[in-house]
């Protein structure tokens, strides 16, 4: 009886276990969205008149990359130029030599995992007799494949670059993560965000 | 037609559990005083967030909680040990917000969650007899907690899992349905405690719990 009781006890405490909930199941689209910002934190941006940008959006997929220019790219970088503008900055051609540069990156990583197929035969005990699972084959591993992509926005400094090294130092960037980043009804809420909690970048 | 044949077949289950209730021929002590017994219990329970806990993480009730124990209801002792393993989850969702991380600034809809998986051991010390049709019981209890902790930034999740030593203390009472019957009510308020410290939480995890669940006895 006891015995019975305890089994009872463990597949009912199994159960519970997995019962696995979803949390974020239930939210929207946009409440998905994740902005994360990051500047030079020694940068005087009112230095810092006149601006450029990309005429086209760097796909980065597994450091491969390429450029491209879809109608949810043009989106964002007209979104871009108009919050650039609203700020106090002067659009002007890359030949112009601005003092600010602004690069949009899709930024897509693939990552591989493995998972060993079957489970541990550990799961198996409570068939009963102190016994695992025998196993008549080997076992093997499965491979799942998951993706993440984000846009990548970055302010490069054109008005200091690093003469020694011949580089352009960002001064400010921003990651726009979660669901939704591939929809053309997003773009607005995501340009304006991430211009929204940077408030040092204005300029007028 | 129907009807009555339906309430003709419940009849005839009751009429004969009446008859049993004649005097009885025997005065043995009830079994359950006898030997020393088990008893199983399933709970459902409703948790509320204590302390620094619920300031810097989660203050929202939770009612997404579950445990099964069984015991060993000692003879000739007011005492009972056994185990119990359980399920709590709290959850609370803030609205978008900013969040330093360094120098970065994160703007996201942050979905707090924290899993617990408790295991434990625990000790009754029950007030009045076996017999009694109510119970009533203190409980110390002690072990480990499996926690699964959870932050999600939108749908970005950070996820810490720590096994954490917890106890308890609980004040709770059985209702029997029936006088030395094998099955009754348990109600039970408890105080559980779980060290561990992460990120928001800095001071352990600690709870009100209150219960209400179902119990079987037998020998």
């Known amino acids: 009886m006891l015995k019975k009781a ?11 276990i997995s019962c696995s909930k979803d949390p974020i199941s239930d939210l929207s689209t946009e409440e998905s969205l994740v902005y994360v910002t990051n500047h030079d934190q020694a940068a005087n941006f009112t230095q810092y008149k006149t601006f450029s940008i990309v005429d086209s959006v760097l796909v980065v997929e597994n450091n491969r990359q390429q450029t491209a220019l879809t109608d949810l790219d043009r989106d964002v970088l007209n979104r871009i130029i108009t919050k650039m503008q609203g700020l106090g900055y002067k659009y002007v051609s890359p030949k112009s030599n601005p003092d600010v540069g602004i690069n949009v990156t899709w930024v897509t990583n693939t990552y591989l995992n493995v998972v060993s197929q ?19 084959y080997p076992s093997y591993y499965s491979y799942y494949e998951t993706a993440e992509s984000y846009w990548l926005v970055s302010m490069l400094d054109f008005k200091n670059p690093n003469t020694a090294n011949k580089t352009f130092n960002v001064i400010w960037d921003a990651q726009i993560r979660g669901a939704g980043i591939g929809e053309r009804q997003y773009v607005d809420t995501m340009v304006d965000s991430i211009f929204g909690q940077s408030g040092y970048l204005k300029i007028n | ?52 806990f619920a300031d810097s993480y989660i203050d929202k009730a939770s009612f ?7 015991e060993w209801v000692l003879r000739n002792s007011p005492i ?7 399920s709590t989850y709290f959850q609370k969702r803030l609205p978008r917000a900013l969040y330093q991380n360094g120098n970065e600034t994160i703007s996201a809809v942050q979905t707090r969650t924290l899993s617990q998986y408790p295991v434990e051991l625990f000790g009754n010390y029950h007030f009045l007899g076996k017999t009694s049709s109510i119970q009533p019981y203190i409980q110390v209890s002690g072990g480990v907690s499996i926690l699964d902790n959870v932050l999600y930034y939108g749908s970005l999740s950070s996820q810490h899992q720590k096994v ?20 009754g009510v348990d109600v039970r308020v408890k105080y559980n405690g779980t060290a561990y410290k992460h990120d928001y939480i800095e001071k352990g995890v600690s709870s009100l719990n209150g219960s209400i669940g179902i119990f079987y006895r037998w020998w």
């Open chain 1, 118 to 136: 079957p489970l541990s035969s550990y799961y198996g005990g409570y068939w009963g007799g102190g016994y695992g699972y025998g196993y008549g």
């Open chain 2, 164 to 183: 954490a030593p917890k106890y308890g203390v609980g004040l709770g009472s059985k209702f029997l349905f029936k006088q030395d019957g094998s099955v």
């Open chain 2, 64 to 70: 997404q909680n579950a445990s099964i124990s069984i």
């Open chain 2, 80 to 86: 009972s040990i056994g185990g119990e393993i359980g």
């Open chain 1, 6 to 16: 305890s089994l009872f006890l463990l597949i009912a405490g199994l159960g519970l």
């Open chain 2, 1 to 52: 037609m129907k009807k009555l044949i339906i309430a003709a077949f419940f009849l005839a289950g009751f009429i004969p559990a009446v008859a049993q209730d004649a005097p009885k021929l025997y005065t043995l002590p009830s079994p359950f005083e006898r030997y020393t017994h088990y008893l199983a219990t399933l709970r459902f329970a409703g948790a509320m967030p204590l302390g620094s």
